[in-house]
């Protein structure tokens, strides 16, 4: 990551007790510094052993060792506290640069619905131009969907179970069609 190591004092939010109530929560954080003014982002994984066969694969999120970036715990036993902490420790492997003119409310989208929309359409060979695809429901998982699989020039049906979401989808995102699916209900 750069920079020299040091120490802080970081503070946090957990549930200290069984009845889950939040409490402020400090702790000490040994850093390393990236260079001033640079934006970095994290997804959801902050480490992992980089010794099984996932690991050695980029398939880190199948690891047995994975660390959460919340609601998990660090190899020294202190809590992972996410998005709702001052400060993370996160393996260089899972930070990202956010590019110059982005801003991070813009990126933090991509780190995770993007990623989860992005990953198996790379892997599995769907990233050419020209497929037709359906994306079920318009969610945050769906917004990014159908933005991305747009940006990768596919014909792209949202599948809802709201007409409210039909403007929504194909006049604010860009989809090609919007398909109305009646609620079944006992």
Not at 43 to 69: A, D, T
Not at 82 to 87: I, N, R
Not at 154 to 179: C, P, Q
């Amino acid at each position: 990551m750069g920079g020299d190591a040091s120490e802080r004092t970081a503070v946090g939010w957990a549930a200290r007790d069984a009845g889950g109530h939040l409490s402020p929560y400090s702790y000490t954080l040994r850093t390393r510094s990236h260079p001033v003014n640079e934006v970095v982002g994290v997804g959801l994984i902050v480490g992992c052993c980089r010794q099984c066969h996932p690991c050695k694969s980029s398939n880190e999120q199948y690891c047995s060792k994975k660390i959460w970036s919340y609601n998990d715990v660090y190899p020294d036993g202190k809590p992972t506290q996410g998005g709702f902490s001052t400060a993370m420790v996160v393996d260089q492997k899972f930070v990202v640069k956010i590019p110059a003119g982005m801003a991070p409310e813009q990126a933090a989208p991509l780190l995770c619905a993007g990623v989860t929309v992005y990953s198996p359409l790379k892997r599995l060979g769907l990233a050419a131009p020209g497929l037709r695809g359906g994306i079920l429901g318009l969610g945050g998982v769906g917004h990014m969907g159908v933005k991305i699989a747009k940006a990768m020039g596919h014909h792209v049906t949202v599948i809802s179970s709201s007409s409210r979401k039909r403007a929504e989808a194909v006049d604010h995102l860009g989809a090609d069609a919007h398909v109305d699916v009646p609620v079944l209900r006992h």
